[in-house]
């Protein structure tokens, strides 16, 4: 069972501050997705990555996608309190094409103190 | 604007029960998938659907089926719930594609089994 581990799995920051959040595995993904789940809301998409290496921007969030494609991270600068709630990368397995299932990592708990 | 709803926001059941949960979308999607959800294991895939009366086991298919008779609809059914079913279920939606599409959630299901 291919596994997604991210870390660390809680973070409690203050307003302004920046942050990484790693996703690892032994395994290769064709693409790889981060979500981010706010209190009583189901997830929802970020950002989708889909060449080794490659990066993407979203504001005050920068992914990247590693260049073997067994990892991600994301990283975000002077964090607001409107960035809180649980961060899930998700990959699809395999080489390439389109499975359409996902495998979801452990998720990534952060808490922007204003 | 794109739609996933699930029958209950909160449902609390008493081992032994069937319990059905429910779920529509109204975006002609062909795939369907049903998640639980626990503190530090992310999501794990119970069943997914990639068309009418289709089907395939994710995960930890073990005291669960599906049901999907409506390409709109897709349920999911605890045969006897047990306590280890008390748990956050999450149900979403994606298209056909070339690449890994975005999978779209629902609000969830928070069902506690005494």
């Known amino acids: 069972t291919q596994l997604l581990e991210q870390s660390p799995q809680f973070l409690s920051i203050q307003e302004g501050e920046n942050l990484t959040v790693y996703c690892n595995s032994s395994s290769v993904f064709s693409s790889l997705q981060w979500y981010r789940q706010e209190p009583g809301e189901g997830p929802v998409l970020l950002v989708t990555v889909v060449t080794g290496g490659e990066v993407k921007k979203l504001k005050r969030l920068t992914f990247q996608f590693g260049d073997a494609r067994k990892d991600s991270s994301l990283h975000i600068t002077a964090a607001q309190p409107g960035d809180t709630g649980l961060y899930l990368c998700a990959g699809e397995p395999g080489y390439g094409g389109a499975t359409n299932k996902l495998i979801f990592g452990t998720g990534t708990l952060l808490a922007v103190q204003p | 604007d794109v739609k996933v709803t699930q029958s209950s926001r909160y449902l609390v059941k008493r081992t032994g029960e069937k319990v059905f949960l429910e779920c529509v979308q109204d975006?002609?999607?062909?795939?369907m998938f049903w998640y639980r959800q626990d503190p530090g294991l992310g999501l794990r895939l119970i069943y997914f659907s990639y068309d009418v009366k289709m089907k395939e086991k994710g995960d930890i298919p073990e005291g669960y089926s599906v049901s999907r008779e409506k390409k709109e609809r897709f349920s999911l059914i605890l045969e006897s719930a047990s306590t280890n079913q008390t748990s956050m279920y999450l149900c979403a939606s994606s298209g056909t594609g070339t690449r890994t599409d975005t999978q779209y959630f629902g609000p969830g299901t928070r069902l506690t089994v005494l």
């Open positions: 975006m002609d999607h062909e795939n």
